[in-house]
């Protein structure tokens, strides 16, 4: 066991071991092993114990990561379980598919010549442990409240806000147009990054807690908001983005192109067991393919990943910007070159090719120029470039913007930026409708899980805040 912090000068960085790659190739399963517990405690070891923790501050959720650390490597787990989870509502999802590298991890002053602590694992690893010990419990409130609140989508950022206000006591009811649990975690996120396993428990053991699921109901179809306001003391929105972005090339509508959510989504659901007619039929199934995808976002690295898993005869990326200047995290990247993808960088695609099925894109090569006001470096063609990339599925990753929220709700009143997120009030995450609060990709835009969670609790704060303020007012106008 390991008795000492700072040990960072004697142990080098392990990240937990990856699985086989001709084993990974083939199945849908985790790529990362589990860290035996003495490996999880040496690794824990390694941390300076900072002053001032700079992993914690880039954190979103501001995870007390030196002391569940430390505890850790004492061997003390279901302490380091109680201060892990009293920040985030699913550290064990946390620890597998943030990037790690941009948040927690990259700015661990360790990184700078001796390698990061490896928190996101360690974090896993602790709520691994404590599903199997069985510490983690349903959320039970002390006592019930007759307050009830109306969310509606159940991804992290709804799942966020019901486990909080129901802790509470509140009574909470959970709308969302698909048939699981979970967002994109359950559609989106391929297998091989997060099992669903670990999403499916949540669902239960929520129910469990007394929290209602209502699915299969699409509000502004099945029921309005107007409804839900009657119904509930307090609504959340938390939508989340799905429209796809287009890409203005001809040959576009040709059958054989599809967009990266279809294509994830029949995977996710295939591996669920359901029945796909789409993926049965060949049209969202990437076996025996060679298959080209647009983009270098993780959406992009997670349908090529997917390609290889399925059987694809060849998996390129096009991505119009270089390897240092991808949004896509770099773990990703490796991971998919490790498993056989083709990056073809600096390349924008120009034209899909083929007259009733794609047959190829077309793509021009790009230079990187000076960079904008933003300082991201500006691409341009390089003239007289083309080529052709052959190809029988070509799968587009650019990225999501969201869908018209006041026309969706038939509430012209739900005021919107310009890029079409909700707009909130930036402390109550109240939106112009009195007592419907949003948080979560639809008030962001496309962003990442612990950011969902972190917009989740901090809006149940505030929502808290909101119901109890407003029972208090009509005792008072009752009294009077
Ligand atoms: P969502 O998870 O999108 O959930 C919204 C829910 O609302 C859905 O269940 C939807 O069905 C429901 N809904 C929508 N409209 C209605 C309606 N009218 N009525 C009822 N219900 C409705 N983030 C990471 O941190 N790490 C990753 O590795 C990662 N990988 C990703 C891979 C892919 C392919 C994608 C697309 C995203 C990925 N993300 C990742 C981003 C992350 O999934 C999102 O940022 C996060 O899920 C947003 O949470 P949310 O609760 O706001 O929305
Ligand atoms: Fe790091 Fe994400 Fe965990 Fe925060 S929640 S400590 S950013 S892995
Ligand atoms: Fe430990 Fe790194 Fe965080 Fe410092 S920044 S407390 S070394 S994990």
């Known amino acids: 066991m390991a008795e000492r912090m700072l040990q960072f000068v004697r142990l080098s960085q392990a990240q937990p071991e990856k699985r086989d790659l001709a084993a990974r190739r083939s199945d849908f399963g985790e790529i990362y092993r589990e860290f035996a517990e003495a490996a999880a405690a040496e690794q824990s070891s390694r941390c300076s114990q900072c002053g001032v923790p700079f992993c914690q501050i880039h954190c979103p959720l501001h995870n007390n990561i030196p002391d569940w650390l430390k505890l850790t490597a004492e061997g003390r787990l279901e302490e380091a379980y109680e201060v892990s989870s009293a920040t985030n509502t699913f550290p064990e999802i946390c620890g597998r598919i943030c990037p790690q590298d941009r948040l927690c991890e990259g700015n661990c002053v360790i990184e700078k010549g001796f390698e990061s602590v490896t928190i996101g694992a360690v974090e896993k690893y602790i709520t691994d442990t404590a599903w199997e010990r069985g510490w983690v419990q349903a959320p039970k409130p002390r006592r019930e409240l007759s307050w009830s609140v109306g969310i509606i989508g159940a991804g992290p950022a709804g799942l966020a806000v019901a486990e909080r206000l129901r802790t509470r006591g509140y009574q909470v009811h959970v709308y969302d147009r698909y048939d699981r649990v979970g967002g994109l975690m359950i559609y989106g996120i391929p297998n091989f990054k997060l099992e669903k396993e670990v999403v499916l428990r949540r669902w239960k053991q929520f129910e469990e807690g007394g929290i209602h699921f209502h699915l299969n109901c699409a509000i502004g179809?099945?029921?309005?908001?107007?409804?839900?306001?009657?119904?509930?003391?307090?609504?959340?929105?938390?939508?989340?983005?799905?429209?796809?972005?287009?890409?203005?090339?001809?040959?576009?509508?040709?059958?054989?192109?599809?967009?990266?959510?279809?294509?994830?989504?029949?995977?996710?659901?295939?591996?669920?067991?359901?029945?796909?007619?789409?993926?049965?039929?060949?049209?969202?199934?990437?076996?025996?393919?060679?298959?080209?995808?647009?983009?270098?976002?993780?959406?992009?690295?997670?349908?090529?990943?997917?390609?290889?898993?399925?059987?694809?005869?060849?998996?390129?990326?096009?991505?119009?910007?270089?390897?240092?200047?991808?949004?896509?995290?770099?773990?990703?990247?490796?991971?998919?070159?490790?498993?056989?993808?083709?990056?073809?960088?600096?390349?924008?695609?120009?034209?899909?090719?083929?007259?009733?099925?794609?047959?190829?894109?077309?793509?021009?090569?790009?230079?990187?120029?000076?960079?904008?006001?933003?300082?991201?470096?500006?691409?341009?063609?390089?003239?007289?470039?083309?080529?052709?990339?052959?190809?029988?599925?070509?799968?587009?990753?650019?990225?999501?913007?969201?869908?018209?929220?006041?026309?969706?709700?038939?509430?012209?009143?739900?005021?919107?930026?310009?890029?079409?997120?909700?707009?909130?009030?930036?402390?109550?995450?109240?939106?112009?409708?009195?007592?419907?609060?949003?948080?979560?990709?639809?008030?962001?835009?496309?962003?990442?899980?612990?950011?969902?969670?972190?917009?989740?609790?901090?809006?149940?704060?505030?929502?808290?805040?909101?119901?109890?303020?407003?029972?208090?007012?009509?005792?008072?106008?009752?009294?009077?």
């Not at 120009?350 to 230079?367: I, K, P, S």
């Not at 990225?399 to 930026?417: H, K, R, Y």
């Not at 989740?456 to 029972?471: E, F, L, N, S, T």
Request: aromatic share 6%.
């Open 221 to 480: 179809t099945d029921i309005s908001i107007a409804e839900l306001r009657e119904r509930h003391d307090a609504v959340f929105i938390g939508t989340g983005v799905y429209k796809a972005r287009d890409i203005a090339c001809p040959g576009i509508g040709l059958p054989g192109i599809v967009p990266a959510l279809d294509y994830l989504t029949a995977s996710n659901r295939d591996n669920l067991g359901d029945a796909v007619p789409a993926f049965a039929s060949g049209a969202l199934d990437a076996g025996g393919k060679a298959v080209v995808v647009v983009g270098g976002g993780d959406t992009a690295m997670d349908c090529v990943r997917t390609a290889v898993r399925q059987g694809a005869t060849s998996v390129t990326c096009l991505y119009r910007r270089d390897r240092a200047n991808m949004p896509g995290s770099m773990r990703e990247v490796k991971n998919a070159e490790e498993e056989g993808v083709t990056f073809t960088w600096l390349a924008a695609p120009e034209a899909f090719l083929g007259d009733t099925q794609v047959t190829g894109v077309r793509a021009v090569r790009m230079h990187l120029g000076l960079p904008d006001a933003t300082g991201r470096q500006q691409v341009a063609p390089i003239p007289g470039s083309h080529f052709v990339q052959p190809c029988d599925l070509a799968i587009t990753a650019l990225g999501f913007d969201p869908e018209d929220m006041p026309a969706m709700f038939n509430e012209p009143g739900l005021a919107v930026t310009r890029w079409g997120t909700l707009k909130v009030h930036h402390r109550t995450m109240m939106t112009e409708l009195p007592g419907v609060f949003a948080g979560g990709d639809i008030v962001r835009g496309a962003s990442l899980v612990v950011w969902a969670i972190r917009d989740g609790r901090d809006a149940a704060d505030q929502i808290d805040r909101y119901v109890r303020q407003k029972a208090s007012e009509t005792l008072a106008t009752a009294a009077e």
